[in-house]
């Protein structure tokens, strides 16, 4: 079985520009464009977020997809699944708008739609090779990637520090 | 009454306090709530390294090197990008500035041919003494005659093309040769403005020494050019401001009475909506209305000028002028050119409050537009008084929050009231310098920015100098800060050092010396070059310093660039966006120091900050032997 790839977030490298947000409600709008998405009413809704941390710390958060997702379990009417590919989806046919995923997800990534009243989150742009949060990201603060690949780069990072710290 | 942290967090002020709490309950929105939603502000803006000066871009440079584009589409690398993106804020601040001081050469000009309707020229003292500095021949002329002279050769200052600006030449030679030599002496003033627009068009200059000397070209001709023709024509016209008593802060709103706020920057409006309240017919209209008179203030600069020559008292600085409108008591808020907030027009419909554009350069949504024109300046500032005196039996009681905070002040030290507060001579201020009574002087300017707590950037570091015997001189919204910490009555000696309190007392004059709008940091200018003319040294060796703890406006980049350019140290308060630009932060912090004998620091804590600046003045008193 193959290694899935998921969204990792590099803290230390987020600038704050929210071009994850504007890529990820383009990639969520009609037209996949920029200017359609800003056209269109009602608006594209983004699924990715960066939040701020005093003083000058910029997080990018997004749904991590859990294995052992708390929305899935708490979902009443059994609308959250995972789907084939891993990912976990919301059946809007059978979500009730109870938001019972929204009081349990450890991450607050889900979403309300006014318009058709049902919950939304990531779902990870099931029509691109890489999702357009990470293919948005100037400064590859989100990482998309296997498990495996993302801790054997951390881990060949580290080991260079550490061998540049024991040489000086 | 207690108030949550959240709300303490935002300002030193007790008005700003209550009036947060009472927006808080009306559920209005102010500048902190929108900061507050801005964040996290992008961090490529914030270290300068965007570029949108053409169209194969919008670019960024990463600020990492092994990942994302370290050079623009055009191949500017961040160091160019920086570059000119500091500048392109200087030739903004600068044109602000000097756009203000042409519309007071304008006015000079329509005065003296008698078309003006209602200004008149007021200091013929000073009319002579500039006529004279131009060349003027005052012999056997009349003073409009005079005054039409100046205001042609000021006015020309602007579309000059070749040779200096005239008061450039107050500079010490030693200052004008550090210029000349680095080839940075303004030839006009609207010319080095747009030499920056030209350079940073794309492929044009694009090295960033080159590119930020163009930026201290154009920032001299703001500060000894474009702000000290606002300065000193306006006083031509208004009156060279003398030390007078005021008040300060939002409970100058009085609640009887039909109350217009002043808010911007140039005095040619707000002298004349001041005459207009005076005028009797409007003040017995308010008084049928039901109102006790017609109460005018000022906020932001506009307020300043007011203050400085006539006592008029201000409701508030930069951050203050949302607040003003939630009191519900303003019949009008009178607006003409910079620092308004576009947020005053949805404000203003949650209350009664009218507010008034006046300037054909200056329209904003939810204003009545009602141009001013110098040509039928007091008739049309009547109606727009009439406008606020109309409107006064529109307010809703129920709606009045006013607080109780005013501060007494003492404001008006021009140039040649500090000089005239000396008896006459620098000498006993020099005196007391080099005895080390007065450390040095600190000018002290610049706006607000919700991204400090309000006045504690300001009030925090000056008071650190104070303490520490250096003696203060400010405007703008630092200016009004002082005035409502208290500072700025003779009083507040006691809060000194002892070597300045003994000055302050035996003069009568308050440490902290409100010397005017952020124009009229041309005061503190002159002031500089007539000590450093006195002690036969130019300005960079003198133990002054300069500092804009809370500044957010492209005019206080201007500024910074033209007091550091005149040889003064100066720490900013909140970080300018060049961070992304090893180089570009290089040349601002150490290498400036090479070419015009000072240099920027950053510090973001004002009691450092403060240290910064008295180390300084230490340094340079030891070099001067003192």
Known sequence: MSQPKEIFVKTDRCMGCRSCIIACAVAHSESKTLFGAVAQSPGPKNRVYVEWVA????????CRQCEDAPCMYACISGAISRNEKGIVVTDPDKCIGCWTCVMVCPYGVIGRNLETRKAYRCDRCPDRDIPACVSACPTGALVYDTVPAYSGAVRKQVSQALSKAEGE | MAYNENILNKSIDPAVHQMLARAETLGLETVWDRYEKMLPECGFGELGVCCR?????PCRISPFEDQGPQKGVCGATADIIVARNLIRMIAGGAAAHSDHGRDLAHTLLLTAQGKSGGYKIKDETKLMALAKEYGIDVNGRSKEDIALALAKNVYAEFGKQEGYVQFTRRAPDKRLAVWQKAGIDPRGIDREIVEIMHRTHIGVDNDPVNLILQGLKASIADGWGGSMIATEISDVLFGTPTPTRSTVNLGVIKADQVNIIVHGHEPVLSEMIMAASNDPDLVSRATAAGAAGINVTGMCCTGNELMMRHGIPIA???????????????????????????????????????????????????????QFNEEK???????????????????????????????????GFSTEAILA??????????????????????GVVGCNNPKIKHDHGHVALVRELVKNNVLVVTTGCNAIACAKAGLMVPEAANTAGDGLKGVCQSLGVPPVLHM?????ISRILTVCAAIANALDVDICDLPVAGAAPEWMSEKAVSIGAYVVSSGIFTVLGTVPPVLGSPLVTNILTHAANDVVGAAFAVETDPIKGAGLMIAHIEKKRQALGL
């Not at chain 2, 000396?422 to 002087?441: E, M, N, Q, R």
């Open chain 1, 55 to 62: 003083p000058d710390k910029k997080v990018p958060i997004v």
């Open chain 2, 53 to 57: 000066n053409c169209n194969m871009g």
């Open chain 2, 316 to 370: 508030g600085n930069f951050l203050q002028q949302e607040l003003a409108v939630i009191t519900g008591a303003v019949e009008a808020m009178i607006v003409d050119v910079q620092c308004i907030m576009p947020s005053l027009g949805d404000l203003c419909e949650c209350f009664h409050t009218r507010f008034i554009s006046t300037s054909p350069k200056a329209k904003f949504p939810g204003a009545v537009h009602m």
């Open chain 2, 377 to 411: 300046a007091l008739e049309i500032a009547k109606s727009i008084v009439e406008s606020a005196v109309d409107n006064f039996t529109n307010r809703n009681p129920a709606k009045v929050f006013i607080p109780d905070e005013k501060t007494d002040c003492m404001a």
């Open chain 2, 421 to 442: 507060a000396l008896g006459g001579t620098l000498d006993p201020l020099l005196d007391a310098i080099k005895s080390g009574a007065v450390k040095g002087i600190a």
């Open chain 2, 516 to 520: 005017g709008s952020c124009v009229d």
